[in-house]
């Protein structure tokens, strides 16, 4: 039961920063020049991406739309079962990523399941992301060292999900 609050704990903590972080910078950052931060490593400017990362297959954005509402119906399907907490912690990231972008396809211009996600940070001279994008990658990074490590998602007294 512990796990399953940290999942959800996390999946809200960083689905609010997402969201906020989001409205500031279409609110402060967007329409203006770009804002250089530390010497111009990092620069806030805003990007509405309708693909995926680096705005790959921008016109399928409905695609993209069901794939997030997939990935959260399925973490919250296994939310219950998950007994290790880096895989709550993990899943909790993505749920929260996969959240922040739904939330902009969803509700974001130019309609509902169309809406482009709102992108706003740029490293050196890489691609312009946002805070939910890092946390599916931090939560992809977990994932992959909690199968490297050998720990189960649910632990082998739990059943699986659906059964019984």
């Known amino acids: 039961m512990r796990r399953t609050y940290l999942l959800w704990g996390t999946a809200a903590a960083g689905l609010a920063v997402d969201q906020v972080t989001k409205?500031?910078?279409?609110?402060?950052?967007?329409g203006r020049p770009p804002v250089d931060l530390f010497g111009g490593a990092v620069q806030l400017t805003v990007f509405r991406?309708?693909?995926a990362a680096g705005s790959f297959a921008p016109h399928a954005?409905?695609?993209f739309t069901a794939i997030a509402a997939?990935?959260?119906a399925f973490i919250a399907r296994v939310a219950p079962a998950v007994r290790s907490t880096g895989w709550a912690v993990?899943?909790?990231l993505i749920f929260a990523g996969a959240g922040g972008n739904l939330a902009d396809r969803l509700f974001r211009t130019p309609g509902l399941g169309r809406g482009a996600v709102l992108d706003f940070i740029r490293v050196g001279h890489g691609g312009i992301f946002n805070l939910?994008?890092?946390?599916?990658?931090?939560g992809a990074i977990?994932?992959?060292l909690q199968a490297f490590r050998g720990v189960p998602l649910r632990s082998a007294a739990t059943p699986?999900?659906?059964s019984g």
């Open 70 to 72: 997939v990935a959260l």
């Open 61 to 63: 954005t409905l695609i």
């Open 49 to 51: 991406n309708s693909g």
């Open 90 to 92: 993990a899943l909790g």
């Open 23 to 30: 409205a500031i910078a279409a609110a402060t950052v967007e």
């Open 132 to 138: 939910a994008d890092q946390c599916v990658t931090a």
């Open 160 to 162: 699986a999900v659906g």
């Open 142 to 144: 977990l994932i992959v």
